[in-house]
Nanobody
Framework: VQLQASGGGLVQPGGSLRLSCTVS????????IGWFRQAPGKEREGVSC????????YYPDSVKGRFTISRDNGKNTFLLQMNALKPEDTAVYYC??????????????????????WGQGTQVTVSS
């Protein structure tokens, strides 16, 4: 199973970015998907996760109302739309899934030690 994240970059505060994760070796229909981030010196944080059955996505308060996760099972990809970006959103962003089927979004975002399927990161820098 491979997950390939893309779409990171440099953006000014208040701007938007859309991250994309392409998955191979796994059919996404039955698996939760999610996005995590880690900034230097900080713990990894699950920022957007959603179940396979379309239940309410999980977002922590730090991104609620600004980030939106979506999936396209037909293309085996999922997206993270990030709006109203802040300097504190600067981090390496990772896409992830897990071999356990039917996890909720909340459980994926809090999976310990981390989800079983993990992509390489893409850097997001929010700065003027």
């Amino acid at each position: 199973v491979q997950l390939q994240a893309s779409g990171g970059g440099l953006v000014q505060p208040g701007g938007s970015l859309r991250l994309s994760c392409t998955v191979s070796g796994l059919t996404l229909d039955n698996y939760a998907i999610g996005w995590f981030r880690q900034a230097p010196g900080k713990e990894r944080e699950g920022v957007s996760c959603v179940s396979s059955w379309g239940g309410a996505p999980y977002y922590p308060d730090s991104v609620k109302g600004r980030f939106t996760i979506s999936r396209d099972n037909g293309k085996n990809t999922f997206l993270l739309q990030m709006n109203a970006l802040k300097p504190e959103d600067t981090a390496v962003y990772y896409c992830a899934s897990d071999p356990v089927r039917y996890l909720s979004g909340y459980n994926l975002c809090h999976r310990s030690p981390r989800p079983g399927y993990w992509g390489q990161g893409t850097q997001v820098t929010v700065s003027s």
